[in-house]
């Protein structure tokens, strides 16, 4: 389905090119080193040129607007808990410079992965790494060298596992890429190291989801059970689950009396950096240019109406060329709070992915900007320089074309006016709609929250199907939806997925169900897996809990209602198979009665 652009790309090519790569690969055996980057490098070029004949990933533009435009009547947002698609799930991959040159590298992974199709034992034994050469140059030729580890002279196949020996790696990279290939592309491994008992190795390694368009890395460590076979290679017996190679597991920085086995210790993503960035020396204010929107009437209004009217905002800052002043703080409305009432004070970064934005547009937010202006103006009236000039435009009927000469250092709208007169989104209606493209490919949703996703993918070892389940409100209106809530009950749900759910696999229900006990009918047919047995991810011992509480200036952040949504979809869109409540479950149509 919607695979993730360059792995579906990159796993597309594997298929078309599958002859071509297992000859290659039985007549390189190990030593055509250059011929082997030459194929790298076709399946490079082709993974970056290859369009999936997906129609849904023919235009996401079209989709993301048509998803808003269905919401969206007579310039109002019917609430709707569901969650928009972000950037991750839709965009092709941002192919500026850097990172495409980091798919280069990250190719290399698929590749070898790719190659791994080749169930015959010399092509997965050719997949080797230059961590297993002992030896992890960043040169991008030693990357992708494919070298066996040295056969071992006087072989001694009793001689007890040792974790840093080379082949303790290759056979874990093997096992990996042969078990998950279909769904993570793997990044750097580690150098594993021994487990809690003889013959057992934790490894560590970053990973990317295939389903996922972002160049975002996750962690895994695990504890394989190796042995060695009679020619000295060293095979995987078996292996732990997601995250059980605690000894692997990346350390917290201040050593800590540790010693209980208790949990595995934690530290916050490293990755992670959405610090506020700052705009720097006064007369660097000065050379730049701003858009400047004063909240509006979409404030507290649901959070498509949000985005929708934010990435008009980024929209028209593009068009103008100019940088963003952006509020962070969010008013999330009463819909997605457990306590009914509209919450103020919700940060940008519980939800989305403040860092990609910040590298992906030019923004600034706002208490920093306006800091930096009350300076800029007191510097002003001191020495008298070139003043700051501001241009306050009232009503979004001053369009973006007319602003577009304007050389005013701010440009300040201001939204006056009622409902619906001062929502954003109206700067870019009319006209203004063929000049202003919405920056769509900005939004990522949070990496605390992905992590959520990845970890709850990870526990089900990313084999999964899933089923949605669309309950709620819609279930309730028999009017709009005479038939959804019998076409979703347990019986109607037992009765249907037994058809195309084999027996006994991993069920991962999204549904805005509250009644966690409706689907135990299911139990007796498969492994069911719901959002709430993963509450710990996101409770107060969890690393999102600790995550989230440093950006609240260390109080605790509620997990709400948007928050479960959107890690629900997440993970739903991994599924390896995916049953949708409308089409699916029901003929109902998604938004009420003939609409479909
Ligand atoms: C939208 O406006 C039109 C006419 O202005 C009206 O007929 C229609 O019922 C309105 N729709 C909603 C959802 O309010
Ligand atoms: C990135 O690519 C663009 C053209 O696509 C080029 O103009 C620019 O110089 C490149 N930047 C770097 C850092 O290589
Ligand atoms: C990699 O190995 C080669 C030879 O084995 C050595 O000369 C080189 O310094 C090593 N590089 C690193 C980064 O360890
Ligand atoms: C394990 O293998 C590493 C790398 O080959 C080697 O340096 C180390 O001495 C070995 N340890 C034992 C106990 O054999
Ligand atoms: C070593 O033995 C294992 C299992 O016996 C086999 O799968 C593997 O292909 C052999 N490797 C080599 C290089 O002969
Ligand atoms: C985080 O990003 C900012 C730029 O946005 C950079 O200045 C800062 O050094 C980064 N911090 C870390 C810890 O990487
Ligand atoms: C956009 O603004 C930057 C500096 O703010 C300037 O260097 C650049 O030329 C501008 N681009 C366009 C298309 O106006
Ligand atoms: C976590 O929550 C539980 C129950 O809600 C409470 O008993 C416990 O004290 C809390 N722990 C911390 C560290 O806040
Ligand atoms: C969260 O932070 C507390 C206090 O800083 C620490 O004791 C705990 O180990 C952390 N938990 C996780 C999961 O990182
Ligand atoms: C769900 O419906 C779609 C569209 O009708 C169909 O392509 C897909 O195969 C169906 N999925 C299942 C699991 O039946
Ligand atoms: C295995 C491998 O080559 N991984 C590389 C993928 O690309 C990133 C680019 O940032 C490198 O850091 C990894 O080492």
Not at 44 to 70: G, M, R
Not at 115 to 125: G, H, L, Q, R
Not at 525 to 548: Q, R
């Amino acid at each position: 389905m919607k695979d993730s652009w360059d792995a579906a790309a990159a796993e597309g090519a594997a298929e078309r090119e599958l002859p071509l790569s297992q000859r290659m690969i039985k007549v390189l055996g190990n030593v055509c080193f250059s011929a082997f980057v030459l194929s790298v490098l076709v399946f490079t070029v082709i993974a970056v040129t290859y369009q999936p004949p997906d129609p849904w990933l023919d235009s996401p533009k079209a989709i993301i607007s048509k998803s808003l435009a269905a919401t969206l009547a007579n310039a109002t947002f019917h609430t709707d808990d569901s969650v928009l698609t972000t950037g991750e799930d839709l965009a092709p991959l941002p192919l500026s410079n850097a990172t495409s040159a980091a798919d280069a590298t990250d190719n290399a992974t698929s590749v070898a992965d790719a190659a791994d199709n080749d169930k015959s034992p010399d092509a997965a034994d050719n997949e080797n790494s230059p961590d297993a050469a002992g030896n992890s140059t960043s040169s991008d030729a030693a990357v992708i060298l494919p070298t066996l580890p040295p056969p071992a002279a006087d072989c001694d196949s009793d001689a007890p596992i040792n974790c840093s020996d080379p082949r303790a790696l290759a056979a874990i990279r093997r096992f990996n890429s042969r078990i998950f290939r279909r769904s993570i592309v793997f990044l750097g491994y580690e150098t594993p190291v021994p487990g809690s008992a003889p013959g057992e190795c934790d490894a560590a390694w970053r990973f990317r989801n295939r389903r996922e368009k972002s160049w975002r890395r996750y962690r895994d460590y695990r504890r394989f059970r190796l042995a060695s076979a009679d020619n000295c290679t060293y095979e995987v017996v078996s292996a732990g689950k997601f995250r059980s190679g605690t000894n692997a597991a990346p350390k917290p920085p201040s050593p800590r009396r540790s010693s209980s086995p208790a949990p595995p210790a934690q530290i916050p993503d490293a990755e992670i950096n959405d610090t506020i960035p700052t705009l720097g020396s006064e007369s660097d204010f000065r050379k730049g240019k701003y858009l400047y929107y004063t909240r509006g009437g979409d404030y507290c209004k649901g959070m498509n109406q949000y985005l929708w009217s934010f990435l008009c905002a980024l929209g028209e800052a593009q068009f103008l060329n100019r940088t963003f002043v952006m509020d962070l703080n969010i008013c999330l409305a009463a819909t997605y709070n457990p306590s009914g009432r509209n919450e103020e004070g919700k940060d940008f970064r519980y939800y989305f992915d403040f860092e990609h934005l910040k590298e992906s547009a030019s923004v600034v937010e706002e208490s920093e900007f306006l800091r930096d202006w009350r300076r800029s103006e007191r510097a002003t009236s001191r020495k008298a320089g070139g003043k700051i000039t501001v241009r306050k435009v009232p009503t979004y009927k001053v369009t973006p074309m007319q602003l577009k000469k304007d050389k005013s250092t701010i440009i300040w709208r201001q939204f006056d006016g009622q409902e619906p007169e001062n929502y954003w989104y109206r700067v870019c209606e009319g006209r203004a709609a063929k000049f202003i493209q919405r920056p769509w490919q900005t939004i990522w949703k949070s990496k605390r929250l992905t992590n959520i996703v990845s970890e709850i993918a990870g526990k089900m070892d990313w084999d999964y199907d899933a089923v949605h389940v669309v309950r709620g409100e819609k279930a309730r209106n028999k009017q709009l939806w005479p038939n959804l809530d019998a076409d979703t009950s347990p019986e109607a749900l037992v009765q249907k997925l037994t058809k195309v759910v084999p027996p006994w696999r991993n069920l991962y229900i999204a549904t805005n169900e509250p009644f966690y006990n409706y689907f135990d009918k299911l139990r007796s047919h498969y492994k069911v897996h719901l959002l709430d047995d993963y509450k710990y991810l996101w409770g107060n011992t969890s690393e999102w809990f600790n995550e989230t509480m440093t950006l609240n200036n260390g109080r605790p952040v509620e997990f709400d209602g948007y928050m479960r949504v959107a890690v629900d979809t997440e993970v739903l869109y991994r599924a390896k198979n995916r049953v949708e409540t409308f089409n699916n479950l029901t003929r109902d149509c998604k938004d009420g009665i003939n609409t479909c």
